[in-house]
């Protein structure tokens, strides 16, 4: 059975940095596609970062280009979101998720499994 468990979420002042874990059993996150997403009340899910099965290529979204960094431990097992010089707007329910596909990785919907999300709450 896969289980996705993220953690490191909190509250932290505007500025501040987390670092959120997701730490997976049932699959080995080198040969997947790990993926963090976002989602604040009343909005959609947000792509945040992703980081690709083989190549370990990185995508970003553009909100957090330059402050977050994706990465992965096979070791662990474990993907972690560094996030850093965080704004108020990031404020959300942060989720990770794999997929076996490399085509889309910014999509949710191309995602088969899913964590149960962390919640980060920054204060201005």
């Known amino acids: 059975q896969v289980q996705l468990v993220e953690s490191g979420g909190g509250l932290v002042q505007a500025g501040g940095s987390l670092r959120l874990s997701c730490a997976a059993s049932g699959l080995p996150v080198s040969s997947y596609t790990m993926g963090w997403f976002r989602q604040a009340p009343g909005k959609e899910r947000e792509f945040v970062a992703c980081i690709t099965k083989s190549s370990d290529f990185t995508y970003y979204g553009d909100s957090v280009k330059g402050r977050f960094t994706i990465s992965r431990d096979n070791a662990k097992n474990t993907v972690y979101l560094q996030m850093n010089s965080l704004k108020p707007e990031d404020t959300a329910v942060y989720y990770c998720?794999?997929?076996?596909?490399?085509?889309?990785?910014?999509?949710?919907?191309?995602?088969?499994?899913w964590g149960q999300g962390t919640q980060v709450t920054v204060s201005s």
């Open positions: 998720g794999a997929t076996l596909t490399i085509l889309s990785p910014t999509t949710p919907t191309r995602y088969a499994h």
